[in-house]
């Protein structure tokens, strides 16, 4: 699986369009002349015209990689956002549109740092409040996501990384199975450091 990074780089909108158009032109069988500066840029996604395959969209989120995934995801995208002090990076799996416009949620990765959280009862804490969670509904089922504690709820597990360092994942339940979503957690999980 190719541990390339899916990080987007900030590349003046100029070059992108330049850039752009030149592959697209290149799709259709065409030729453009593409300034020196712009054919240079080597682009850090591996997104491509064609729809790629399910291992092509892994990658890397956050210092995380992702080597793991269940077959029939639908189309990534990423987020970064923060809450009480807590910031997040996800990657979302989407399948759509169906008939009537909508779309659904396949499969979401997401690292969360923040100082509050110290260990997994603290993730747990903040969650809660969070996914304003009932904190007496929430079944949660002790678990091991490869060497890290987590809490497995069905279609989510959350596990704990290090002080300051959390993992969620979460999946449509409806089509994939509480072996998918404990997969796909063991492989969401910092990249070795060389």
Do not use: C
């Amino acid at each position: 699986m190719s541990r390339s990074s899916l990080r987007s780089r900030a590349v003046p909108s100029a070059r992108r369009i330049v850039t752009g158009s030149a592959v697209f032109l290149a799709a259709l069988g065409l030729s453009a002349t593409v300034p020196a500066s712009a054919a240079e840029f080597t682009p850090s996604s591996t997104y491509s015209a064609a729809h790629p395959s399910t291992e092509q969209r892994a990658g890397t989120l956050d210092g995380f990689v992702i080597e793991n995934l269940p077959d029939g995801l639908g189309t990534p995208s990423d987020f970064e956002y923060e809450w009480e002090d807590v910031s997040f990076h996800s990657r979302v799996w989407e399948t759509g549109p169906d008939s009537e416009g909508a779309f659904k949620v396949d499969l979401t990765v997401k690292t969360l740092r923040g100082e509050k959280l110290t260990d997994l009862e603290a993730v747990k804490d903040f969650l809660v409040e969070y996914e304003e969670k009932e904190p007496g509904d929430w079944q949660l089922e002790p678990v091991k996501v490869g060497g890290y504690d987590a809490l497995f709820a069905g279609n989510e597990v959350f596990y704990f990384i290090e002080p300051g360092v959390a993992a969620e994942v979460t999946i449509d339940h409806d089509r994939f199975t509480d072996e998918d979503v404990l997969d796909t957690a063991a492989g969401f999980h910092p990249e070795p450091t060389t």
